[in-house]
């Protein structure tokens, strides 16, 4: 069954908020294991607005951030991390097929794929209409 969150849930497990928190909703949560959650692109976010008056776009780099926080939220949802703070510790791999644009609902799904003690790794993918748009492996720390 489907675990569904909204963005007080959210605000609940990780400390972002606006205009940090890019996530809007989590559509899927398997606690410790992987999560599924959207952004929905507006031409009324800063970063949006600031990337081109003429050819408007999410920054490809939020969007891996977005990965990020969608996988803190399926670690930090755990019983033995509760309470906790994921830290981003970096990007092994991150490729970008094309950028999401206002109008656009990425869906971003990631995996967490090695768990160990306090330092794992998840894998993450963004889609745009069923349309791979990027992917990156992703590190992280627990403190």
């Known amino acids: 069954m489907a675990k569904e969150l909204d963005i007080a849930a959210i605000e609940k497990i990780i400390?972002?908020?606006?205009?940090?928190?890019?996530?809007?909703?989590?559509?899927?949560?398997e606690e410790g294991k992987s999560a599924t959650a959207i952004h929905n692109v507006s031409f009324s976010e800063k970063?949006?607005?600031?990337?081109?008056?003429?050819?408007p776009a999410f920054p490809s780099?939020?969007?891996?951030?977005?990965?990020?926080?969608?996988?803190a939220v399926a670690l930090l949802s755990?019983?033995?991390?509760?309470g906790k703070t994921a830290y981003f510790g970096g990007i092994q791999k991150a490729d970008f097929m094309?950028?999401?644009r206002p109008g656009d609902q990425?869906?971003?799904?990631?995996e967490l794929t090695k768990i160990r003690k306090n330092i794992?790794?998840?894998?993450?993918?963004?889609?745009?209409?069923?349309h791979k748009i990027a992917e990156?492996?992703?590190t992280f720390m627990i403190g």
């Open 120 to 130: 794992g790794v998840g894998k993450g993918i963004a889609t745009i209409d069923g």
């Open 136 to 138: 990156a492996e992703l």
């Open 106 to 110: 990425v869906v971003l799904k990631t």
């Open 15 to 29: 400390p972002h908020r606006y205009p940090m928190l890019l996530i809007d909703r989590l559509i899927d949560l």
């Open 98 to 100: 094309r950028e999401a």
């Open 78 to 82: 755990t019983s033995d991390f509760q």
């Open 47 to 55: 970063f949006v607005q600031a990337s081109s008056k003429c050819d």
């Open 61 to 71: 780099p939020l969007i891996v951030e977005a990965m990020a926080q969608t996988g």
